[in-house]
Every structure is written in C-alpha cells, then in structure tokens.
C-alpha cells in the first residue's frame, strides 16, 4: 500500500510529468483538424494501438535489468568536444539521440535537448556513459529550441529549465506550452504550433510538419498532446528533422511541399516488432530520406539510450547497408562532433 501511495503522489505531484493546457491552448485544440474524441490523431492511423503492442513485461523488464551482450556497449563510448566557432557554415553537432545544434549561418537552433535521463524512473533510461561529458553550460547562446514530442526521450525537464537562461524561444507542439510553463519557461518565450503551423524568427522559418506517433508523460495518458516533425528554412540551409514516428506518405508530402533539403535527421532505432507503426525500421528511415528530398542525411534516434531490444549499434549499421547505392550521403559523426556539409563524417567508429 506505501508502494501505490508514493508512486500515486509522485505522478500526481511530481513537475516532471508537466502540466495541462490552459483555456487558451484548449481552445486551439478544440478548433484543430487533427483533435477528435478528446485526443490527437494521426493523420495515417495506426492500425496497432501503441497501449496494446507492449511486449510481455517480463521479457521487457529482463532485457532491461540483464541486457543481452550486444545491447550495450563494451565500454565508454568514443565522444568528441564540440567546435561551436567552425569557420565553415552551417556546421551541426549531434549530443546523442534526437539533440542537435544546427548553426544556420545566422542563428542557433537546438533540437530535442536531452541532456539527463529518458524517463522520470531510474531503472530505465540512462544514457550510455562516454569518455567526455556534454554539458548545457558548454552550449553557447540557442536562438531557438525545437521540440518535437513530449516523449521523456525528447522533452527533458530539467534539460529545459537550465535552458531557459541561454535560450531566445521555445517552438513546441500544440498542447506541449502547458509543460513549458509548469518548468518555468514564460509564457512570452513559448510558440505552439498545429501540423503545418509556422513561424518566423528574424530570417529563418519553422515548419511544424506531420509524423505518424503518439504523445503521453503520464500513465494512462496518451495523445493529448501533438507529436510531429520540423522544417528549418534558412536563406544559408534548409533542414528537416523527423522527430519519432513510424513510416507514412507523410514523408512523401514533406518533402514535395518543402523539399528538398540539405539536410535531413532521420530517426533511426528504438524499433521493435512490436510496435512496427510508430518508429521506423532502418530501411524504412532510408525510404523516408528519400521521400523528403533529403541531399544528405544522418540517422539520429540511436547510441545513448537503452529503448528496445535490438543492440546498441544495430540501427546505423543497418542504415548505412540500406543506404548504399541510394545516392544519399549519410554523416555519422561521434557524439559530440560537429561537422559540415562539406565535410561529412563517415567513420564506422561504432
């Protein structure tokens, strides 16, 4: 009974799970396209519901505690520092996972900063420990972060809340202010947007643009706040970045709408038969770089979180197979590494 009534306040009391939309923000979710039944849809159903395609819990929870050899890495993961004054533009840097400071040339621009934990429990997501420690306060000033879901894997509450400091603006999903505001962020530094919404900081527009997913930080919530992907359209580069979803014409209508793109960030691995509709295979992610028009692409989505149950390296090693002959370039920096368009890492350093 103690056991229910702590985990019963922590949800209940804990900041981390965030906050609920407000009149304003409900009222834009009621007058959505893409708000139906008192949830968000996607616009491509998924014919799995993500509740009922879970694995059975003990297998989960023994591939967890004893991870299978192979799942892990053997040993601190090969990082680099990150070059923040490249000479060369528009240099990127990937921290692991989905986060990724983009310099357009003009401005800043981070994605999906996870810089703690991938879930608000300590049995499961901890990053996988490297030879160099990124830090926040090693960041220099972000014009503008970008979220894609509410997922603890890419919306990190304490990540954005010592963000808030060095950050111009937040560009969310619509419902996701609500988390924002709970951490502290003010309410004149965030912009949420729908599926196709936009919006302009000085020279550069972000897109809001469709991915076939689903939201949720509380048990026994789903959906009720909206998950998708970015366009970043800069006068020096143009960017997507795929957030988390699952294979779809999406991708298609992204990129003849506001292809092609520079650069494209694919998701790329926490994948599983078992939910096969909302993450992508890593031929499929290959497939959806094309369908965007993507001019080069890194598979992003893997190498610091234990997720699901293929091996630690499984997704960029099958990317990078899928990839051959596909007239695509594919970087695959170190975490911590920052490079160029004209020069694209493409060491097999896994």
Same mark, same amino acid.
């Given at each position: 009974?103690?056991?229910?009534?702590?985990?019963?306040?922590?949800?209940?009391?804990?900041?981390?799970?965030?906050?609920?939309?407000?009149?304003?923000?409900?009222?834009?979710?009621?007058?959505?396209?893409?708000?139906?039944?008192?949830?968000?849809?996607?616009?491509?159903?998924?014919?799995?519901?993500?509740?009922?395609?879970?694995?059975?819990?003990?297998?989960?929870?023994?591939?967890?505690?004893?991870?299978?050899?192979?799942?892990?890495?053997?040993?601190?993961?090969?990082?680099?520092?990150?070059?923040?004054?490249?000479?060369?533009?528009?240099?990127?840097?990937?921290?692991?996972?989905?986060?990724?400071?983009?310099?357009?040339?003009?401005?800043?621009?981070?994605?999906?900063?996870?810089?703690?934990?991938?879930?608000?429990?300590?049995?499961?997501?901890?990053?996988?420990?490297?030879?160099?420690?990124?830090?926040?306060?090693?960041?220099?000033?972000?014009?503008?972060?970008?979220?894609?879901?509410?997922?603890?894997?890419?919306?990190?509450?304490?990540?954005?809340?010592?963000?808030?400091?060095?950050?111009?603006?937040?560009?969310?999903?619509?419902?996701?202010?609500?988390?924002?505001?709970?951490?502290?962020?003010?309410?004149?530094?965030?912009?949420?947007?729908?599926?196709?919404?936009?919006?302009?900081?000085?020279?550069?527009?972000?897109?809001?643009?469709?991915?076939?997913?689903?939201?949720?930080?509380?048990?026994?919530?789903?959906?009720?706040?909206?998950?998708?992907?970015?366009?970043?359209?800069?006068?020096?580069?143009?960017?997507? $970045?795929?957030? /988390? &979803?699952? +294979? =779809? #014409?999406?991708?298609? %209508? !992204?990129?003849?709408?506001?292809?092609?793109?520079?650069? @494209? $960030?694919?998701? /790329? &691995?926490? +994948? =599983? #038969?078992?939910?096969? %509709? !909302?993450?992508?295979?890593?031929?499929?992610?290959?497939? @959806?770089?094309?369908?965007?028009?993507?001019?080069?692409?890194?598979?992003?989505?893997?190498?610091?979180?234990?997720?699901?149950?293929?091996?630690?390296?499984?997704?960029?090693?099958?990317?990078?197979?899928?990839?051959?002959?596909?007239?695509?370039?594919?970087?695959?920096?170190?975490?911590?590494?920052?490079?160029?368009?004209?020069?694209?890492?493409?060491?097999?350093?896994?």
């Amino acid at each position: 009974m103690l056991l229910f009534v702590s985990g019963f306040l922590f949800v209940t009391l804990s900041p981390v799970f965030g906050g609920k939309p407000d009149e304003q923000t409900r009222a834009r979710m009621l007058a959505s396209d893409n708000f139906k039944d008192d949830i968000f849809v996607n616009r491509h159903p998924v014919s799995d519901n993500p509740d009922s395609a879970k694995p059975p819990m003990g297998k989960w929870l023994n591939s967890v505690i004893f991870p299978p050899a192979g799942k892990h890495p053997t040993g601190l993961l090969p990082a680099k520092l990150p070059d923040f004054v490249a000479q060369q533009t528009p240099p990127f840097t990937w921290f692991g996972h989905s986060t990724i400071l983009i310099n357009t040339g003009s401005m800043t621009v981070l994605t999906d900063p996870v810089f703690y934990r991938a879930s608000p429990v300590w049995l499961i997501g901890t990053p996988y420990p490297a030879d160099k420690k990124l830090t926040i306060d090693g960041l220099p000033y972000i014009d503008a972060v970008l979220i894609s879901h509410d997922h603890y894997d890419h919306l990190d509450a304490k990540a954005i809340a010592e963000l808030d400091s060095k950050t111009g603006h937040f560009y969310v999903p619509l419902a996701v202010r609500a988390h924002l505001l709970k951490w502290g962020i003010d309410d004149s530094k965030i912009t949420e947007l729908d599926w196709f919404g936009d919006a302009m900081l000085n020279d550069t527009r972000f897109i809001f643009t469709p991915s076939k997913h689903f939201s949720g930080r509380k048990p026994g919530q789903r959906n009720d706040t909206l998950w998708g992907s970015w366009v970043v359209q800069a006068p020096e580069v143009s960017v997507y $970045f795929s957030g /988390d &979803g699952g +294979y =779809s #014409p999406d991708f298609a %209508e !992204i990129g003849k709408r506001f292809g092609p793109f520079d650069m @494209a $960030f694919m998701e /790329d &691995g926490a +994948y =599983s #038969p078992y939910w096969p %509709e !909302i993450h992508m295979l890593p031929e499929e992610s290959v497939q @959806a770089s094309l369908d965007v028009k993507a001019k080069n692409v890194m598979p992003i989505h893997w190498g610091k979180f234990d997720l699901a149950f293929h091996d630690w390296n499984e997704p960029v090693i099958r990317f990078t197979r899928a990839a051959e002959g596909k007239n695509l370039n594919v970087a695959t920096p170190h975490i911590g590494e920052t490079f160029t368009l004209e020069s694209l890492p493409q060491q097999k350093w896994w």
